[in-house]
């Protein structure tokens, strides 16, 4: 009978843990927010995209939000930098890196009445949700401003790493160019490398070299847009608008719009029950996780509708990723009336047809 007395309380005891968790989250006051930068606020690529957002958070939550720039993927300094807002009575810490990952984790893990935010992680919790943008959407909006403002068919990309975040970018933006121009090419050059100006340089003018009239890009910086508007081309950009740095080049930018995830999502945490997703999130241009700026003057309005046309439809439920699809060898991706999974879209490394990469 003591045997069974104490099953069942060991039962009721856990029924109650997933009641709990089934509940979801809840701050015990306010919410009281801080940010930890990977990079400079003023990098003019993805940590300037939180610094802009952190603004419009000041804004909304009626309070100056704090920042800790420049905190490597170091997990002593990520520690660092958290525990002492946590000491400061902060209860949303938000992350701005894939390397924070493990390190929010354990964070999470030992503050479970703290929120925890991380913007590219991969590890989620209770009171953890990592989150990212679908950004092959912004993207195709953009190839498509490409495809139809290039003369002589060939548009270059200047990428990071050949990885499926990036992966998809180049599919995507591919698959936008021909949406408007059904036989031009995307050149895509890797630098192996998230920001370094040298390499981008040294790709673009690559690039250049090869006869593209536009370039796009994903890596941090404005390169790219410098040595098109340098050799009277034009490009479009990556996780910002840079039109700041080449006004006569940049025609369209791939943008992200954190703010409009993350304030609704502090508004769910202060609400109580926040329910976390186990997988992480992933917003794309409805729910605030990417956008798309354009366009430049030189754009008429004709290919303007026609791409703003496209972001209705993608708002309304149109994937980019919609089949049939195949890959640049000819096997199929994704079969007619489908569309790729989020798994597969996470581990994408085949390109589609009109794809041309090379790497430094």
Not at 282 to 298: L, M
Request: charged share 20%.
């Amino acid at each position: 009978m003591r045997t069974l007395s104490t099953i069942a309380t060991l039962a009721m005891l856990a029924l109650s843990g997933s009641a709990a968790l089934a509940d979801g989250f809840s701050l015990k006051a306010p919410p009281k927010v801080a940010f930890i930068y990977y990079a400079e606020k003023n990098d003019g690529g993805w940590g300037q995209t939180f610094e802009e957002a952190r603004l419009k958070l000041d804004d909304s939550f009626g309070q100056k939000v704090p920042y800790a720039e420049n905190i490597p993927d170091s997990d002593a300094q990520i520690r660092s930098a958290a525990e002492l807002y946590v000491q400061r009575g902060f209860n949303v810490i938000l992350g701005t890196s894939f390397g924070y990952s493990d390190s929010f984790k354990a964070l999470a893990e030992k503050y479970p009445a703290i929120a925890f935010l991380n913007a590219s992680g991969t590890t989620n919790g209770p009171n953890l949700q990592s989150y990212y943008g679908r950004s092959y959407e912004s993207h195709y909006l953009c190839g498509m401003i490409a495809g139809a403002m290039t003369k002589t068919g060939k548009i270059g990309f200047v990428a990071a790493h050949p990885i499926g975040v990036v992966n998809w970018v180049v599919n995507g933006y591919a698959l936008g160019v021909r949406k408007t121009n059904p036989t031009a090419t995307v050149t895509t050059v890797f630098t192996g490398s998230w920001a370094d100006p040298v390499k981008e340089r040294v790709a673009a003018e690559a690039l250049v070299g090869q006869g593209v009239d536009v370039i796009g890009e994903h890596v941090n910086g404005p390169t790219p847009e410098l040595v098109a508007q340098e050799h009277g081309l034009y490009s479009t950009a990556h996780h910002r608008d840079k039109t700041e740095y080449a006004p006569k080049a940049n025609i369209c930018s791939a943008v992200w719009m954190w703010d409009r995830f993350l304030i609704p999502e502090i508004k769910k945490i202060a609400a109580g029950g926040w329910q976390t997703n186990p997988y992480g999130a992933f917003p794309g241009i409805k729910d605030g996780g990417t956008e798309v700026v354009c366009c430049g003057a030189a754009v008429p309005k004709a290919v303007v509708d026609k791409m703003m046309a496209e972001r209705q439809a993608i708002i309304e439920g149109k994937h980019v990723f919609a089949g049939p699809l195949s890959d640049l060898e000819g096997k199929q991706r994704v079969a007619a009336g489908a569309v790729l999974s989020d798994g597969d879209l996470w581990k994408m490394d085949w390109y589609v047809p009109g794809v041309i990469t090379l790497r430094r």
